[in-house]
Structure formats: C-alpha cells, structure tokens
C-alpha cells in the first residue's frame, strides 16, 4: 500500500494551497485518513484527520483556514489551506489507516510534500 502526496509549493502569506493525497495497493478499506505537519526542530503535529464516515477533527492552529476532505471512490484525501502563515511552513505528511484484502490493518505514510509559506 502506498500514498501519493502533491500539491505543496511557494506561495505568498494569505495564499492558497490544495494538497492531494491518493491510496493505492492492496486496499479492502480505508478507515482513517488524515494530515500532519513537521517544521524545522520541531515534532510532527497532526492537522487534520477525517474518519471514513466523514467525521473531520482540525488542529485549532488551522481552524478556519483549512479544510480537509476525501473521495472515498478514489481513495485521496485533499487539504485545502487558504490563509496561509510563514508558521504555515513544513513539510506535509499523509496517512491512512487500511485494512487490506488479507484484513490486515496498516498504518501508512506518504513522502512528505514541502509547503513554504514566505514573501
């Protein structure tokens, strides 16, 4: 199983980003899926993380500002981020919790996809 970041860049403050995130493999189900961050000398901090009900929880350094949402037929998870803040800047990780045809859960990582947030 794998997941597929893109979407990060340069963009100015107040900016917009859409990240994307797809799923593929050997996927029976996705539970949750879910986005985090990690700055410079600083721990990965979850963002947002939605359920496969549709349930979203955002960190309140992002509420407000951006959304996460899922295509359950695609199995991708998007982060919309308008507003964006130098304090914004990080490198974005995707993950999911999968359930494969063999009913193994899995908890999987994405690469990583920088977001720089600067004038």
């Known amino acids: 199983v794998q997941l597929q970041a893109s979407g990060g860049g340069l963009v100015q403050p107040g900016g917009s980003l859409r990240l994307s995130c797809a799923a593929s493999?050997?996927?029976?189900?996705?539970?949750?899926m879910g986005w985090y961050r990690q700055a410079p000398g600083k721990q990965r901090e979850l963002v947002a993380a939605?359920?496969?009900?549709?349930?979203?929880n955002h960190a309140e350094s992002v509420k407000g500002r951006f959304t996460i949402s899922r295509d359950a037929a695609k199995n991708t998870v998007y982060l919309q981020m308008n507003s964006l803040k130098p304090e914004d800047t990080a490198v974005f990780y995707c993950?999911?919790?999968?359930?494969?045809?063999?009913?193994?859960?899995?908890?999987?990582w994405g690469q990583g996809t920088q977001v720089t947030v600067s004038s």
């Open positions: 993950n999911a919790v999968v359930v494969t045809s063999e009913d193994r859960v899995l908890e999987v």
């Open positions: 493999g050997n996927i029976f189900s996705i539970n949750g």
């Open positions: 939605i359920s496969s009900g549709g349930t979203t």
